[in-house]
């Protein structure tokens, strides 16, 4: 792929003005030209950017594009990645994404996650209440954004709580673009070194978690120990940050849009499609989701070649006036909301996301309820947004009640 000075560089920052929105660059090209080159590690790769809502649906769903980072053409975040373990299965293709992603899919069915919608309340409800005890303003991340879900992946998994700092320091690594790829990696391994000792001791004291579950396919040899280690340290990585950079952005979104909030505090169904759309208009995974093809295709009408990386912004394709009426508007009872490519789309479509979706939907309204006059104790401008992350968030929200 020949790098062209004159392709614009793909890059993360949202505008200053309108930090909740795509960069205006992509809305542009969405227009005029919609399956684009684009270039990363300073013009030494040229993959495609694909904005579209169709045409991203088409590359996500499609065959013939693999999420594999080690091929030479794979448009990696940074260049020369390294091949992680199975157990990270997003980096894989069939069949060893299917058969590691198939050790979980019973954790994730919508009924066993409806089972700990409870257990999600009552943590919602500890928090809410040990946060307001204290004097504001307060950081509504440290006390509230990231420890839920974190409680919540920890009781799932089987993980003490206490070893919280340990593996939140480490998550953070991962999706932190400063972070060097020797960091990244000694950071997963960190992670999956702890779990390694986990899978051990659920074997002598096992629990009703998915840590313990994972153990047991290991004994009868489906997976090996490393795998059960490796899928439970992506499982830490992938419910953490994502999850709780959506409740404090869904929180500042609903501040700024205070006529919405009743909306948030109706029956089940409104409030389910409140946070689709949340969800759409944020599209919190905003540095793309990456492919190679691995044979000649055609999106939007343009051919793409065996060996080409393809990018596909969905924090952009989410906001396609194509097939989403408005689309920068905030419309909590839009009606085609819950067709948005926030989670993926096709075989890797997020499989955290009936979590993702019981936390948030118990999460939001809680928190509007109990604090009718929540307020975000400094200007916009202030807050410092993550601008250099794959998962966009703010490092702080400090509020008041
Ligand atoms: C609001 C929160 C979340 C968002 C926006 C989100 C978004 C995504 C997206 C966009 C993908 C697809 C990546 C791709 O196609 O390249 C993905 C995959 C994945 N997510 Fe999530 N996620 C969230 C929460 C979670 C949670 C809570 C978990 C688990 C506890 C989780 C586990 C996973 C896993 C395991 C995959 C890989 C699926 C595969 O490759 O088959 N996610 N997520």
New binding site residues.
């Given amino acids: 792929m020949s790098p062209t000075p004159s392709n614009p560089p793909f890059v993360l920052a949202r505008p200053e003005s309108a930090p909740l929105d795509p960069p205006p660059l992509y809305a542009e090209l969405r227009e005029e030209q919609p399956v684009t080159r684009v270039s990363l590690w300073e013009g030494r790769l040229s993959p495609w950017l694909v904005t579209r809502w169709e045409d991203a649906r088409a590359v996500?769903g499609s065959p013939a594009f693999s999420?594999d980072p080690t091929h030479p053409g794979a448009p990696n975040f940074k260049e020369g990645s390294a091949r992680s373990p199975r157990g990270f299965?997003?980096n894989y293709d069939d069949p060893i994404?299917a058969a590691m992603?198939r050790t979980l899919t019973r954790e994730f069915m919508v009924k066993r996650i409806n089972e700990l919608r409870p257990a999600i309340a009552r943590l919602t409800d500890e928090l809410l209440t040990d946060m307001t005890e204290l004097s504001g303003p307060v950081d509504l991340v440290e006390h509230f954004s990231l420890p839920l879900?974190s409680l919540v992946?920890c009781e799932l998994l089987g993980v003490p709580y206490e070893d919280h700092t340990f593996f939140q320091k480490h998550s953070k690594t991962i999706v932190d673009f400063n972070s060097t790829g020797e960091e990244t990696q000694q950071a997963f391994a960190a992670l999956a070194a702890y779990l390694l000792g986990l899978v051990e001791t659920k074997r002598t004291t096992p629990g009703d978690d998915v840590v313990t579950r994972l153990a047991a396919q290991a004994d009868e040899g489906a997976i090996t120990d490393q795998d059960a280690a490796d899928l439970s340290a992506?499982?830490l990585f992938?419910?953490h940050e994502?999850?709780a950079n959506?409740i404090t952005l869904s929180t500042i979104t609903l501040l700024s849009h205070p006529g919405q909030i009743p909306h948030l505090l109706g029956g089940p169904d409104q409030v389910a499609n409140a946070v689709e759309e949340l969800?759409r208009h944020l599209s919190?995974?905003h540095g793309g989701?990456?492919r190679t093809a691995v044979e000649d295709v055609t999106i939007g009408g343009v051919t793409i070649r065996a060996g080409e990386g393809v990018i596909v912004p969905?924090h952009v394709a989410n906001r396609d006036p194509e097939f989403f009426d408005a689309p920068d508007d905030l419309d909590l009872d839009r009606a085609n909301a819950r067709l948005h490519l926030?989670?993926?789309y096709g075989?890797?479509?997020?499989?955290?996301?009936p979590?993702?979706r019981a936390e948030?939907q118990i999460v939001l309204p809680e928190i509007f309820r109990r604090l009718p006059a929540l307020k975000i104790a400094v200007p916009l401008e202030e807050i410092a947004f993550k601008q250099d992350t794959a998962v966009y968030g703010v490092h702080e929200l400090p509020v008041t009640w």
Avoid: N
């Avoid at 075989?347 to 996301?353: A, K, R, T, V």
């Fill in positions: 996500l999420t299965f997003q994404h992603r879900p992946i992506f499982l992938a419910g994502t999850t959506m969800l919190i995974v989701l990456r969905v926030a989670f993926g075989i890797h479509q997020c499989l955290g996301q979590l993702a948030l």
